[in-house]
């Protein structure tokens, strides 16, 4: 099996979609009580932080890479 890159952009959008789904459920079982429209703006804040997450690796893995070209 070939061996793919690691992006950690999508690692935190898993744990986010999870940690919400955990939340959502909870709540439908009735051991959590938080409005439900709180998690709208936690799903747009995860996916904010999971592109600012991606963008962080694009350039470290980039200038990664411009060292190996010297």
Do not use: N
Not at 27 to 40: Q, T
Not at 42 to 58: N, P
């Amino acid at each position: 099996m070939r061996r793919h890159d690691f992006e950690p952009g999508k690692l935190v959008v898993g744990l986010v979609l999870l940690g919400c789904a955990v939340a959502y459920l909870g709540a439908a079982r009735g051991d959590l009580h938080f409005p439900s429209y709180v998690l709208l703006p936690v799903l747009g804040a995860g996916f904010c932080l999971a592109g600012l997450v991606s963008s962080v690796a694009f350039a470290v893995r980039r200038r990664k890479g411009a060292g190996r070209d010297r």
